[in-house]
């Protein structure tokens, strides 16, 4: 079955890099997700990898996979202090059809 | 891009009413539909997938009488919660696939339920 797993805190002063990470289970991942939700808001989609890439980067974001190990992680250089979300890590998984299984969400706070 | 809407944004409601919830895409035409749950500091959990002008597939748990899915058609899926109750008070969230190379799945806003 696919189970995903992120640590639920992190706290990171303003203009620092923060590094979310996240670990899967499902080796048939094909694509993962990083979704943004702000409170009280749905979710927005920052960025994906396709399984076969080992590095995306898009602006302030890197994305790193490691297969071998199924972990994946979400850097942001620069953070400010509108980076404050929860972020969620979510892999879609052939064994899943077309369905996501995401992570708990990570809290990001951001202190100036 | 990928703009997803959600009627109403929160709504409260007396126990045993029935309430609607739509979930259009806007610029898009979405060719499946995902509904979920979240319950405060916590993930999402997937309710339903529905594909337009089909029955909609529920997840283990979900309960199809009580959850009413209507995808009629390629941006407008409904979900009705059905003699609401306290314990349905959840934040309902849907989400549109255009069914691209990575499937990416685009959330609308959510709506908030109040169950009195």
């Known amino acids: 079955g696919e189970d995903v797993e992120q640590s639920l805190f992190l706290s990171v002063r303003e203009g620092d890099s923060s590094v979310i990470n996240c670990t899967y289970t499902d080796s048939s991942s094909t694509y993962l997700y990083w979704y943004k939700q702000e409170p009280g808001a749905g979710l927005q989609l920052l960025t994906y990898?396709?399984?076969?890439?080992d590095m995306k980067q898009d602006q302030r974001l890197t994305v790193l996979l490691n297969k071998k190990d199924k972990h994946l992680s979400l850097r942001i250089a620069d953070t400010q202090t509108g980076d404050s979300a929860i972020y969620f890590c979510a892999e879609r998984a052939l064994a899943a059809g077309n369905k996501l299984t995401f992570g708990g969400g990570t809290r990001v706070l951001v202190k100036p | 891009g990928a703009v997803v809407s959600q009627h109403p944004s929160w709504v409260i409601c007396k126990s045993g009413t029935s309430v609607k919830i739509e979930c259009r895409s806007l610029?898009?035409?979405?060719?499946?539909m995902f509904w979920y749950r979240q319950f405060p500091k916590q993930s999402l959990m997937l309710m339903a997938t529905s594909n337009e002008g089909s029955k909609a597939t529920y997840e283990q748990g979900v309960e199809k009488d009580k959850f009413l899915i209507n995808h009629a058609s390629l941006t407008l899926s409904t979900l009705t919660v059905t003699s609401a109750h306290p314990e349905d008070s959840s934040f309902y969230i849907c989400?549109?696939?255009?069914?691209?190379?990575?499937?990416?799945?685009?959330f609308g806003p959510g709506t908030r339920l109040t169950v009195l």
């Open positions: 610029d898009f035409q979405a060719t499946t």
């Open positions: 990898i396709f399984s076969n890439m």
């Open positions: 989400s549109a696939s255009w069914g691209g190379l990575a499937n990416e799945q685009f």
